[in-house]
Nanobody, 115 residues
């Protein structure tokens, strides 16, 4: 069983920055992929940034160069540093983890970027 709890979402002006945190608990070291996803109203949930147990990191083209995913193993926490935010970054951001063909989600945290 894996539990994921996100925090850090807020209302921010375009050009600003936010850091999202995902506190993880349970046994998740044998994951296939872990990362951040976002969903805007009427849109499919999409991968923003994720990494595999092998160390590969992928970013959506729209956030490359602006967002950075990282992890603090001592705190069991995954971060998403979001810089130069744009209104199109608005959405609910979820921490997600796939393990043994099962997917776990946090409750999400809302990010709203005003123009």
């Amino acid at each position: 069983q894996v539990q994921l709890v996100e925090s850090g979402g807020d209302l921010v002006q375009a050009g600003g920055s936010l850091r999202l945190s995902c506190a993880a608990s349970g046994s998740f070291f044998n994951f296939y992929i872990m990362g951040w996803y976002r969903q805007a109203p009427g849109k499919q949930r999409e991968l923003v940034a994720g990494f595999t147990s092998g160390g590969s990191i992928n970013y959506a083209d729209s956030v490359k160069g602006r967002f950075t995913i990282s992890r603090d193993n001592a705190k069991n926490t995954v971060y998403l540093q979001m810089n130069s935010l744009k209104p199109e970054d608005t959405g609910r951001y979820y921490c997600g983890l796939e393990q043994f063909s099962r997917f776990y989600w946090g409750q999400g945290t809302q990010v709203t970027v005003s123009s």
